[in-house]
């Protein structure tokens, strides 16, 4: 039998990535994300998949970020029982990520409970800290050659320079005639400025790329520019600068460029606050693969002594040293998760600040539909937090230049960098515009073969 793909999520929107390969003699899912922003995408994560958990034999993993590996606890509970392939560093970002994913379900589903505002009585968390527990138990380390991860299915990592341990994987078959297929994941810019670049495609007949930011392209400079002003504005006026952040890669990206800018003297010397446990776990990552001198990282900061301290580093560890931040001097900088004000200490800073018009939101990762990030920045007069409506009087500045995901223009030079173009390009992993746009734009040149936009569900055949 030709193996047969089909793309369960990522599919006209860019959470939820899964993607089922079938042989004749397996079955492998090709990441394992978690749909999340609007209620319609999140209720998916309920929905049956069309097999069995039971009856898939592998999953590989991307990267650790919860849209590419959050439903891995769920597939566990639904009786998935084999390995699940993926590198070292993304092993160990999921034993910071998932068990928290758990532990917010539960939370989240106490409040429905206690509210009373659940369909379901009671309601019950997707899975639990202790399932995701379980589930870390089946994650087996991606050698650096490719790997069988099932019966005649092999697949190799190769560096994606998106977050710390992310890779493309590169799939191939013992049986029959099937090309190869590559699956970019999510992929990281040319001048990411702690991680080495992404690496080129190799020769493939099937590519998968990702497009969330297929509809534009980043003005890095402009970007910077407007970040380093709103510190400069803010410092000056005795404001808090509050920038919400992913727990991971993102933090850290904020952090470098925080130390360069102040020791470049363009912005003042302030207090820096890391608020969230989560991302100063996954610091203590970063720092680890930084002073091990690992290839991913870039060759300039293998065995720098610490490239994150921008000179007042405070790690707020504990909900004391959190609540503690809001009587800090001020001005000041907090970073703090989650990225797109869906969770995390960040409500409760914003709660507190978003009414103060000293106080300046620098936004400077994607916002996708339906989190308080997008309504952040589509100029929403009050936004609703821990139950309540406050009131924005704060400065909401857009500032983009810390995206760790290739803009439209580096994915169609990334494509163009294989030895010789694919059959196939299936356009993935971006909201609909965005999608079309990235499958306009390869297809207006020769190196992506023909190029689709698939429909969710959808299975095609790999000749
Ligand atoms: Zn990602």
């Not at 380390?141 to 977050?163: S, W």
């Not at 693969?289 to 921008?310: K, M, N």
């Not at 990225?339 to 709660?351: D, F, K, Y």
């Not at 920045?377 to 909401?396: C, Q, S």
Request: glycine share 8%; aromatic share 6%; hydrophobic share 40%.
């Amino acid at each position: 039998m030709t193996p047969i793909l089909r793309f369960l999520g990522a599919t006209g929107t860019v959470t939820g990535s899964r993607f089922l390969l079938e042989t004749d003699r397996a079955r492998v899912l090709l990441e394992c994300g978690l749909f999340q922003g609007l209620k319609e995408l999140r209720l998916r994560n309920w929905a049956p998949l069309p097999v069995e958990a039971s009856s898939i034999d592998a999953v590989v993993l991307s990267h650790a970020h919860l849209d590419h590996a959050g439903y891995l606890p769920s597939l566990v509970k639904q009786g998935f029982a084999g390995p699940v392939f993926t590198t070292p560093r993304t092993a160990d970002l999921c034993r910071i990520l998932l068990p928290d994913s758990g532990r917010i379900q539960e939370e989240d589903a106490a409040y429905a409970n206690r509210r009373g505002f659940s369909k379901h009585t009671p309601a019950l968390p997707l899975y639990s800290e202790e399932d995701a527990e379980r589930a870390l138990g089946r994650i087996r380390h991606a050698g650096a050659e490719p790997q069988e991860v099932a019966p005649g299915v092999r697949v190799g990592f190769r560096n994606a320079g998106h977050i710390l341990g992310s890779a493309s994987l590169h799939v191939s078959f013992d049986d029959g005639e099937a090309g190869d297929l590559l699956l970019s994941g999510d992929l990281g810019r040319p001048r990411h400025p702690v991680l080495e670049p992404p690496e080129p495609p190799p020769a493939v007949r099937t590519l998968l790329i990702e497009s969330t930011y297929g509809d534009r392209c980043h003005d890095d400079s402009a970007a910077l520019a407007a970040f380093v002003e709103a510190i400069v504005r803010t410092a000056a006026r005795g404001g808090l600068v509050l920038i919400p952040a992913f727990a991971v890669d993102r933090t850290e990206v904020v952090l470098y460029h925080l130390r360069q800018l102040t020791a470049e003297g363009k912005i003042p010397e302030l207090p820096v606050y890391v608020d969230s446990p989560m991302a100063l776990a996954a610091l203590r990552v970063y720092r680890e693969a930084v002073a091990a001198g690992e290839p991913e990282i870039r060759s300039e900061l293998r065995g720098h002594p610490e490239p994150f301290d921008p000179g007042g580093l405070v790690e707020a560890r504990a909900v004391e040293d959190s609540k503690a931040i809001h009587d800090a001097a001020l001005p000041a900088i907090v970073v703090s998760a989650s990225g797109m004000l869906t969770g995390g200490r960040v409500l409760h800073h914003l709660a507190r600040r978003l009414p103060d018009p000293t106080t300046t939101v620098i936004l400077v990762g994607f916002q996708a539909e339906g989190t308080r990030g997008r309504r952040l920045l589509e100029g929403a007069e009050t936004i609703k937090l821990l139950g309540r409506y406050v009131p924005v009087r704060a400065d909401v500045v857009e500032a983009p230049v810390f995206s760790v995901h290739a803009d439209a223009a580096e994915l169609a030079a990334w494509v163009a960098s294989a030895p010789r173009p694919p059959d196939t390009t299936y356009v993935v992993h971006g909201e609909k515009a965005a999608a079309a746009a990235l499958r306009d734009r390869l297809a207006s040149g020769a190196s992506a073969g023909n190029v689709v936009v698939p429909s969710p569900g959808e299975r095609v055949r790999l000749d």
